[in-house]
């Protein structure tokens, strides 16, 4: 995976959501407050011609999220414009902007939940909606030979706003197709 | 429609983030003021402004949502409130006549009711309103709880003040019940319920929350979107000169015409 010509990279791993809640989170609720999900992501190899490669990719959480009445489903994409520069002869750094895309959406169902005395109906919502967030990626690949690759990046979003700011990580192992 | 939701100590089962009704999308903007009236509350007002602010930002805190909570003073009275009568809303108030809202024995085990919704003709939250339990005497008075569990309380209502539904998510905050929680932390469902009424789009506005830049600060929120801008501003310079030393970009090298070969 070096900057000889441009390849098409294939990358299966895992993703976690929400790092900073993790660590701010009571013992017992690490696994509901941040979630672990598996991560397909298809991935550009452009060399720049000085040292640079651009790595354009999109990649998505599987399997989508889907609650367990199956009325709401969720979608997570990233799109990134990531840059690597090699640090060594095995090891890049990479570092990049990106674009997190949510698309949430359910059939409108009733739902009977508890309500503490009786129950009540609730729904999932009749309609669908899409969040994009900005997002800046940074990340190590460590490059196995010609066709492998392990690359953990770390995703960050809402970085200037002190409330919002979120971290996400990946990492995969990454085959040359 | 007007229903009451409540929260209780109780405890069972679980599911999957749910709104309060299929077409309702939230209130139409989403800034969203918080008004409350400490009127009748068995605590001090500095409490539970404190309280309310510790809620407000564990909301204000979801990355994918557009949702931003203010808080307000509000001078509504539960009787206003309940006649529709008040325009302060969302609002939070303190009940003394409790178990008239919600009936006898649940006063005991209910420390917070939602009253909602009314709707406009888009679906959009027109009316709601957060009653906290302040009857003298009933086992679930407010003033009962740590703040810890009146945070969790003001959190889990001010979800259903927002448009969601209970989730079936045990360790959720929409869970219908406390159980053995002790901070008020969301989980991926109500992000996703939220994320789902408020949703995010930074390509009509902001980058990483440089739209929510601030230049006259006078209180510690926007101070820290002050500074926020700030670290726009310097993202920017460092961006401009990173492509100006890598791939020569923004150069003002002038160009010159490569010659022809003889």
Avoid at chain 1, 8 to 36: C, I, M, T
Avoid at chain 2, 132 to 151: D, K, M, R, Y
Avoid at chain 2, 239 to 249: A, D, E, N, P, S
Wanted: with cysteine.
């Amino acid at each position: 995976m070096g900057a000889s010509g441009r390849s098409l990279h294939l990358d299966l791993g895992g993703y976690q959501n929400h790092l900073e809640q993790k660590r701010n989170a009571p013992s017992g609720f690490e696994d509901k407050v941040s979630s672990r999900t598996g991560y397909l992501r298809l991935r550009g190899n452009l060399p720049l011609g000085t040292n640079w490669i651009w790595e354009p990719s999109v990649g998505t959480l599987v399997p989508w999220k889907s609650g367990v009445d199956g009325n709401s489903k969720k979608f997570t994409t990233h799109i990134d414009f990531t840059f690597s520069y090699p640090l060594i002869s095995w090891l890049r750094f990479r570092l990049g902007p990106g674009v997190k895309w949510v698309f949430a959406f359910s059939d409108g169902g009733p739902i009977e939940l508890n309500n503490g005395i009786s129950t009540s109906t609730f729904y999932s919502a009749g309609y669908s909606s899409h969040s994009l967030t900005f997002s800046a990626q940074s990340g190590l690949s460590v490059v196995l030979g010609s066709k492998l690759s392990v690359n953990l990046e770390v995703y960050g979003s809402g970085l200037l706003n002190n409330l919002r700011r979120n971290f996400d990580a990946a990492i995969t192992l990454g085959w040359r197709l | 429609m007007r229903s009451i939701l409540f929260l209780s100590f109780l405890s069972s089962f679980a599911m999957g983030w749910t709104h309060l009704g299929n077409n309702i999308r939230g209130w139409k903007n989403s800034t969203v003021t918080v008004y409350v009236n400490a009127t009748n509350c068995p605590i001090s007002e500095s409490q539970l402004n404190e309280m309310v602010d510790t809620t407000i930002s564990v909301w204000n805190g979801v990355t994918d949502s557009s949702l931003v909570i203010k808080r307000g003073v509000s001078t509504a009275s539960v009787a206003e409130f309940l006649a529709g009568d008040t325009t302060e809303l969302p609002v939070i108030l303190c009940d003394p006549n409790f178990s008239v809202q919600v009936g006898g024995a649940s006063v005991n085990v209910v420390p917070a009711a939602t009253f909602s919704t009314n709707t406009d003709e888009h679906g959009n939250l027109s009316y709601s309103g957060i009653l906290l339990n302040a009857e003298s005497g009933a086992g679930a008075n407010i003033s009962l709880l740590t703040e810890g569990q009146v945070e969790l309380t003001l959190a889990h209502e001010m979800g259903h003040a927002l448009g969601l539904g209970h989730s079936s998510q045990k360790e959720a905050l929409m869970y219908y019940s406390l159980g053995a929680k002790q901070q008020a932390l969301l989980t991926e469902d109500d992000l996703d319920g939220i994320i789902q009424m408020y949703p995010r789009n930074e390509f009509t506005g902001g980058v990483m929350g440089c739209s929510s830049v601030h230049l006259s600060s006078t209180n510690n929120e926007s101070f820290l979107q002050y500074r926020g801008g700030m670290t726009c501003l310097l993202l920017l310079v460092l961006v401009v000169y990173w492509g100006r030393t890598q791939f020569k970009i923004f150069s003002s090298a002038p160009f010159i015409k490569p010659e022809r070969p003889l």
